[in-house]
Structure formats: C-alpha cells, structure tokens
RNA sequence: GGGCUUGUGGUCUAGCUGGUUAUGACGCGGCCUUUACAAGGCUGAGGUCGGCGGUUCGAACCCGCCCGAGCCCA
C-alpha cells in the first residue's frame, strides 16, 4: 500500500535492480514476426569518455519509445553498444598500461584495449543501468570485438563484390602528424596566427614582375601554375605565358580561371600541388604537372632541392629568409587565419597523393538521398540537413587509415603485379600481417609473394554496421549467402540521434546498410537537439558550464529527469533546467499522494463493474478515453512535449481536483469501481514516463489481481507495469458537456467561496443552476455542501441582458467586406449601428447574424449572487 | 562566408493551412487547514510574440533585411 512519503531513492534503486535481475526487458528472441518485433539501434558511445547530461537526455527519450511500444504490444530489442574501437581507447590503453602500440602484434594489443576498455564499460553499464534505461543486458556489443571485426570485414569485402569500393592514387586529406590520411569529417577549423607574404614572380620571356600572396611561401618549390581571373583586365596580358619561381627557377603556366578570388592579395595566385582544395581542382581540371615537396611526415622532398629534408615549418623560414636576401620578398604581415586542423591532433592536414581505399558515394547522390526520404524522420525538418549533406559532397569516402592499431583490411597485394587478394569470407577476422593470404599464387600472375595490405578501416566503417550488427548479419558460407539471425527486426523501427551526427553518422550508416541489404536500414529516424546550460548556451568543460549527471541524480529522481527530459519538441535544442527536475518531483509526489487517497476511498476487495455507472463516472471514463487517445498519438509522432504536458494536467486538473475532490464525498462501487479502473489506467499511462514511481505503485496495488486473474490483465503484468498492455478505449456513453458544466459550476461556486473568503467546506443554502447538469446533482451539492440544488435545465435565468458590444466573426467578415471592414468597425466602436430582425447594419453594411456575435453581460437584481459556469447562470445564496 | 534550426510575460513552453481575448508550467502577490498532497487548493498581476520593413481588411504565423543562440559545413 502507498504510505507515507515516497522515497525515491530507496524505490528507484530496487526496480533498477530488480529489472537487471529479473531480465524484465529482455528482447523475447523466439520473436519472428517483422510486425511484432520493435528495435531500437542506438550510436554506441565511447566508453572511454564520460557519460554527460546529452546521454541523459538522449537515452531517456529513446526509452520512452521503447516503453511505449513495448505496452504496446511489440517485443522491444532495446540493446547497448560500447564502441571502443578507435583512438580514443588505444591512447588509453596506451596510458594506463605504460605500453605502445607499436611494441605489439596488432591482436595482441586488441585484447590489451578490450581489457582496458572492460572497466570503463562496467562503469558505463552501472550509470546507463542507475538511469533505470529498459535496455536488453543481455544484448550488447562491443565495436573492437572480434565478432563485430567480422562484420566490419565481412563489410568490407561485400561492398568489394559489388564494385562499390576501390584503391587509387589520389590526393587525399592528409595529418602530418598522425601521418595518416583522415576523411574530410575528421578535420575542423582552428584560428590561428600566421603571416601573408607578397612574392615577387617574374614572367618568363619579358622578365615583367607581378606579385603572388601567399601564407605557405613553402610550397613554393609544388608550385606548378599561376592563376589570373578571366574578368581581370589588368593582368589578362600575363595569360598564355609563363612565369618563374624564385628561387627554385622552374617555369609553369599562367592561367585564366574564374575559381580566382580577386579580392585576396593582388589577385593572382599560385597553384601548388597541394595546398588546398582548390589545387587539387585546378589540378585535375587543368592537367598539369604534380610536384610534390612535403612527404608524408610534414618534410620536403627532393623537389625542395636544398631545402630536402627540412621540416615544412623550416623550410617555410629558411625560404622567406632566402626570398628576402634575393628582394623577392615584397612585403610579410601577421594575420590570423583559419586552417583546416585534424580533429584529434591539431595539426594542419595536408593534401598528399597516396593510395588509399575509398567508397563510392559521388555516383549515387541520388539513390541515397531518397534512402534518406523513404525514412520517416522526427522531426521532418532535419531530413533538410540529410540533403544538404548529401548534395554538398565532394569527395568519396576514404576508408583507409595509415594506423597501426584498428580493424585491419582483409588484404593482401601481389608481390610482383599487385593484384588484390581478398580474404575467404569464413576466414574472418583476419590480419593480413599475421595471417597469411587465401592463395598460395596470384591468381593472375603466379607469383608465390605477397604483400599484406597494413592500413586499418576508418573507425565510421565500421561504426555504421550497427543496425547489421543488432540483427546478426553474418554469411553463411554454405548457402554461399547473407543471414541474419533476427531478420525480424531489420529494417529497424528507429534510430535515435542527435542532430549534430546526422551528416556523417547516419549518412555513413544508410548508405552501408542499403548496399549490403538492398533496404533502407531504419523505418524512422528520431532527431533529438543539444542540451545546452541554463542560460542556453552550450556546455563545454571551458566555460565550466557542464552538467554532471551523477551530481544532479544525487539530488533528484530519476523520474524527474525523465519529466524534465519528456519536456522537448522533437529536434529542438533543450536547456537543462533545475525547475523541470522540481516540477517533476512534484508531479510525482501527487501521483503518490492521489494514489493513497485512492486507496483509502476504495481499498481490497476491488469492486467489479456495476451493473450501472453513476453519470458522473461514465463521464470521467470517457474523458480519460479522449486522452488516451490524444496521448497515443503524440507518443506515436515522438511528440513528447505535449504527450507530457496534456498527461499531467489532465490528471491533475481533471482527476484530482475535480474527480477525487467528488468521490471524497460517495461511498458506492461506482465510484470505487471507477476510482480502481481510472486509477490502473492513468499508472499505465504515466509508466513511460514516470517509470519506477509507476512500477512501485502497481507493484502495491494491482500485481495480485494481475496475477491471480482477478483483473482483466496479462499474466506479464503480474511481473511489472512496463509490460502490462497499454489500455484500450472503453467506449462508454456519457454526457459530454454535461460534465463538463457541472465541472464549471463546481469551479463557480468554489472561486465564490474563495471571493467570499469563505472555507472551502462551508455551507451553502440554495444554489439555483439555468443549465443542463442533470445526473450530476449529488456530486455538485456533495463537493461543495449545498444545502438545496435546484437545475433549471431549459428554463431562461431571471436576469437582464445588457448588450455590451459586437464581436465580428472576422474569418467571415474579413474575406466579404475586405477594405470595409475598418468602417465597419469604426461604426460599431462609435455605437452608430442597429440590430434589426437579427441583422447588424452598420456603415452601410446589413450583416447576417452568422457573420457576428452579440456580446451581453448578465445582471441579476434578486436575492443572491450570480455567478457565470460555462455558458450557464448560477445564482448562490447563503443564509446570512 | 554558406546551409539548417531557433528566438513568445522574470524563466521554460503551446500556438494547425494568417482571423483579433496568445496556452500551460515554474517563480511572484492575495486568500483558504477542505477525507491524499500547504512541496496543496482557489485567485490575481505580469507579454509592443528578438528588431526593422513589406504583403493583407487583418500577421506570433507569410515575405525581405538585420541581431542573438545552437548544429553542420566552408
């Protein structure tokens, strides 16, 4: 029985367990049909940092679905993915077992980061398990298993079959640093302080100087064009001849190109291979020569000639040094500028040319982008940014990454042709530095020698397998064919996301799933926003604004987060706010409270359903039916917001202060049969929302019917509400605007007991109603101690009418009188206009009575008070 | 610099294809011990809907520009 205060702390706790232990949401795996099964395929997070208040969030609007849908009779798989294959693990494991990676076979280190990895996930596990998340435990994965290196391979060589994949030399995006090719994702801007340089070129045959500006005087020695735009008159004359490079004396072309940007510098500008993007464009489409001075660690190259061998940074300072002593150095400025940096290191990238893996995506913008559409998306507005992404790409996807440690391409090249061989789709995972190829000779030249292929697959190729990876994607080399080993739940019914990883994470995931599968990988995607702090400005360890969620669970109930959580429109961002959290423990405070007020009114035995319902309880049945309703839907369309907000005013305002103000006052199994029936359903209701004050009280009140039958629920909700089924309509009949005036007219007399500075409970002699509250005489005289009530349902209130105004029903006046309308207006405000035979003439205008209202004010001369309920009069009097 | 999103009383938020009285919550003022809950109930005050301009009889809503915030990209 509900008793006392609630004590979250001690409830919370014991659900949370007792749903780990008891297995209560485990994915039922002899599920088989596709219309049954409901999964939910979450971005793993990184264990290795720390769970912040986004995965609160995240994580709690995910679990309301899958609450939801699980009431709903679906089987959830609800599972967890730690990823912890990338470089964020290795550093780790590098650091807390003093060792490097390079003193390692690349298994052997594996194993190390996966037993590093393993206590981080532990306490990962704990903090998504204290959150009370009803996450399938026994279905998790790990990104660095062996297990999931298959399916990353198994990948690989799928997409290799089908043609989607292929080696080349090409320029490619390129840390110095890391020295590692990265994809164009990995790279992000950085302000930093540099110098612009004007050099003094000279044309070949005339010896006519011109100035170039430039902030890598470096790359002078890659110089391999100039470049003039096509509308600059003054320097059209240099087009078609060629100039010479200080210093290095080498002659390229001038070129016309409308890519110039002619209000940098002196708008000529040189093209090496490769400083920018926009060399590399110039470079294919022109056709000109590749030279190429900075080599894979950031040093020049033989092309520097005396310069070979420095670090760029050097050599940029010993060739402006150098330009100086000769007088081409024209002038040298500070300025700060933004370069392209690697993410993780920080270093300005490079364009190298290299041969690298990439993933055909620039021939299929089309295709994926209506994958993207035949998602439905939550809220539809970020499919925009899906589209953008795709229509804005540049570049393949390059899945190479030059590290030592990672999931290893299944590769081997011949010795002498450099023919690729693939490994046996039943081999894997395999290394090729440790394993040895499928063949003994290339099949295409016979050579007996190979080289393995040491390059490892960028850590998103393998992070978007997720969905296959929930789903069992494996081959079967028997039947020589794909399998899953839950083909029921693929195409998942929801991914979940912020919208900041839209563009890559969910771009990469689509593509790879629809070309291994042929379908689109999720029915529906859920876009959540960036939590951000209190006064809606991001969170960031710097501005030391970051919300510790262990801090703030400290403090408050989880279901308070959840309330708090539940308080977002679908995409929008959300500031995390310490009121939500107090207007959550409220809520569940009356929850708890209501509950034992409705078990002192209707405790043990429950009553069965009445041969008939008192109107007024028919009428609270039917209510609830209508918010049912409206709540489904919302939380159908992930309108969590709404299904929030509509839920608890309604409880609040609806069943507590009218309803159990009301049934305070019966004693007959009406009311206690509707009490219990409201009471289940609203717990229902509340469940994926408030789950564990929901989960207590039902565990108190209706498991032994739940499990002995005696109540009209499933067998499973005898082990927990959150598998009980979500409630059906009852359908009842009832007086709709009855109620709801009877609500008013309770509402009336109460503001007049407030006004009256009267208590509550203090009687009143006669109260006379001109409106229809039939049926609902006894809870009105109940609730408020009316001595005699008397309900005049047809007869007019003996009062005077007052016309006050004129309300214009502008929806039709404003299309019929267009430009008019101000005088109509005018005319009803200066009072000149009459009403005759119901029409309004006004300003030369006859209005039909449909077009406007007459707005009167009641006033009553007799005994008593008038009151307004609704439409209805209501006159008080007291025997004062 | 570009794209997308967002800006509503002190704070958070609802507001459908434009219709005139802009929703609710938190906070604030006043009153009320009523069969759970005073962390409750009743009630009141508080808004030029980010700014400017336009379209329209009529704009929080549509259009343009500007400003702030968030995300992604250059």
Known sequence: MPSGEYDPDAVEARWQRRWVDDETFAYPEETADPDTAFAIDTPPPTVSGNLHWGHVYGSILQDVVARFHRMNGRDVLYPFGYDDNGIASERLTERELDVRHQDFERREFQRKCREVCREYEADFTEKMQAMGLSIDWNNTYRTISPEVQRVSQLSFIDLYEKGREYREQAPAIWCPECETAISQVETEDDEQDSHFHDIEFAVADSGEGFTISTTRPELLPACVAVFVHPDDDENQHLVGQEATIPLFGHDVPIIADDRVDMETGSGIVMCCTFGDQNDIEWYQAHDLDLRVAIDESGHMTDVAGPYEGMHSSEAREAIVSDLEDEGALLDRRAITHTVNVHERCGVGVEFLVTEQWYVKVL??????????????????????????????????????????????????????????????????????????????????????????????????????????????????????????????????????????????????????????????????????????????????????????????????????????????????????????????????????????????????????????????????????????????????????????????????????????????????????????????????????????????????????????????????????????????????????????????????????????????????????????????????????????????????????????????????????????????????????????????????????????????????????????????????????
């Open 363 to 880: 021939d299929k913008r089309e295709e994926y982008l209506q994958a993207g559409r035949e998602m439905d998306w939550f809220p539809e507005k970020m499919f925009t940014r899906y589209e953008h992404w795709v229509e804005g790409l540049q570049w393949d996807w390059l899945i190479s990454r030059q590290r030592s440690s990672g999931i290893p391409f299944p590769v081997w090249y011949c010795a002498d042709c450099d023919h690729e061989v693939i490994a046996e789709k039943d081999a894997l995972p395999v290394d090729p530095l440790s394993d040895d190829p499928p063949v003994d000779a290339c099949p295409e030249c016979g050579h007996g020698e190979f080289v393995p292929e040491d390059d490892v697959l960028d850590t998103w190729a393998t992070s978007s397998l997720t969905p296959l990876i929930n789903a069992g994607w494996d081959y079967d080399a028997d039947a020589g064919e794909f399998t899953m080993d839950r083909p029921e739940i693929y195409p998942i019914d929801v991914r979940p996301q912020g919208h900041d990883i839209i563009s890559f994470w969910l771009f990469h995931t689509v593509i790879k799933c629809y070309e291994h599968t042929g379908e689109v990988p999720f029915e529906s995607t859920m876009i959540n926003g960036m939590v951000l702090d209190e006064n809606r400005e991001k969170m960031s360890k710097s501005k030391g604004n970051v919300v510790d969620p262990d801090a703030v669970l400290e403090e408050y109930p989880v279901d308070a987060a959840r309330f708090w959580a539940a308080g977002s429109a679908i995409g929008d961002d959300l500031p995390y706010q310490e009121k939500g959290l107090r207007a959550g423990e409220k809520l569940i405070r009356k929850l708890w409270n209501a509950s034992k007020l409705v078990e002192s009114l209707a405790p043990e035995p429950y009553p069965a359903e009445p041969d008939e319902l008192a109107e007024l309880d028919r009428w609270l049945l039917a209510e609830i039916d209508r918010e049912l309703e409206r709540l489904t839907e919302h939380l159908e369309n992930r309108e969590f917001s709404k299904a929030r907000d509509g839920l608890r005013t309604f409880f609040w305002g609806t069943f507590c202060d009218d309803y159990l103000e009301i049934a305070k006052q019966r004693e007959d199994d009406s009311a206690r049969y509707t009490l219990r029936t409201a009471h289940r359903r609203f717990l229902k209701l509340f469940a994926p929302l408030l789950a564990h004050v929901t989960e207590e009280i039902w565990h108190a009140e209706y498991v032994d019917g739940a499990a002995d039958g005696a109540s009209d629920e499933t067998p499973a909700a005898a082990e927990s509400i959150h598998l009980a089924d979500w409630p059906e309509p009852l359908g009842l009949e009832a007086d709709h605007d009855a109620g709801e005036l009877a609500m008013a007219v309770v509402g009336a007399l109460r503001k007049f007991k407030s006004d009256q500075q009267l208590p509550l409970n203090a009687p009143i002699d006669v109260v006379e109603v001109y409106g229809d509250v039939r049926g609902f005489e006894d809870d009105v005289t109940g609730v408020m101690h009316v001595g005699d009530l008397r309900v005049h349902p047809d007869a007019e209130a003996p009062v005077e009418t007052v016309t006050t105004g004129i309300d214009l029903d502008y929806a039709t006046v404003g299309p019929a009188y267009g430009g008019d309308v101000p005088d109509i207006e005018a005319g009803i405000e200066a009072g000149e206009y009459e009403l005759v035979d119901g029409e309004l003439h006004v300003a030369g205008h006859e209005l039909s009575p449909e077009e406007f209202t007459v707005e009167t004010d009641r006033q009553y001369q007799g005994e008593g008070d008038l009151l307004e309920a609704g439409d209805a009069a209501v006159i008080v009097r007291t025997g004062d």
